[in-house]
């Protein structure tokens, strides 16, 4: 069965710091891979995703991401965070052939301090 | 466009008590999804419908049944409402199952229920 790790429950940052948020998958097949955000209080939107082609993607709000598939990885980046960027961070997966069924992870919870 | 929308909002229910959460979405989607959220869980599959007219059970369906009633709406019934079904849910839909397949996923607001 497909799962889904991401590996901080909560960081605590200051403006300006770098991010990076992990997020690993257990499938041996071909997968889709996806970042939410979840603002508080708001339904989750799309950060970004990864079908194919360049291992690296770039998403909203200067966020990217880079799908490692000999890690079983896809982490999120963002250079400089700022105070509006304090969300909960979810990473999801399909599986292709999956009727679009996506598998999240527990979220990182993600607090930047001005 | 409105995209996905849920009604009620909030809803605070007794042990045994039923209900329905509705859903719809403008998009012309062909997949709709029923999820729910606690916390530390992430978002956990109820139940989904990849196509009008046929609905599956996802990771934790117990104590849920859905209507897919038309291309549009896709609702979710608590027959008997219990605490541990208190949580966020959020239903969502998605071009899975036609020829464009981008399947993302577009979520709702979500629905806060109470069951006390």
């Known amino acids: 069965a497909q799962s889904v790790s991401q590996h901080n429950h909560h960081v605590i940052l200051s403006e300006a710091a770098s991010l990076e948020l992990g997020c690993n998958y257990s499938y041996g097949g071909t997968v889709n891979l996806f970042w939410y955000v979840q603002y508080p209080g708001q339904h989750l939107q799309l950060l970004l995703k990864y079908f194919s082609g360049d291992p690296l993607v770039k998403g909203i709000k200067g966020f990217e991401a880079e799908f490692i598939k000999s890690k079983f990885s896809f982490n999120l980046r963002k250079p400089s965070v700022q105070w509006s960027d304090t969300a909960e961070y979810f990473c999801a997966v399909m599986a292709r052939g999956s009727q679009g069924n996506l598998i999240f992870g527990k979220g990182t919870k993600l607090s930047v301090k001005p | 466009n409105a995209g996905v929308t849920q009604t009620p909002k909030f809803q605070v229910l007794k042990t045994g008590q039923s209900m329905t959460l509705q859903c719809a979405q403008d998009m012309n989607h062909n997949s709709m999804y029923w999820y729910r959220q606690d916390p530390g869980m992430g978002l956990r599959l109820i139940y989904y419908?990849?196509?009008?007219?046929?609905?599956d059970k996802g990771e934790v369906p117990n104590g849920y049944n859905v209507s897919r009633l038309n291309k549009r709406e896709f609702s979710l019934r608590l027959e008997s409402a219990a605490p541990s079904q208190t949580s966020v849910y959020f239903c969502?839909?998605?071009?899975?199952?036609?020829?464009?397949?981008?399947?993302?996923?577009?979520f709702g607001p979500g629905t806060r229920l109470t069951v006390t």
């Open positions: 969502a839909s998605s071009e899975a199952g036609t020829p464009r397949r981008s399947y993302e996923q577009y």
């Open positions: 419908s990849a196509s009008e007219g046929t609905t």
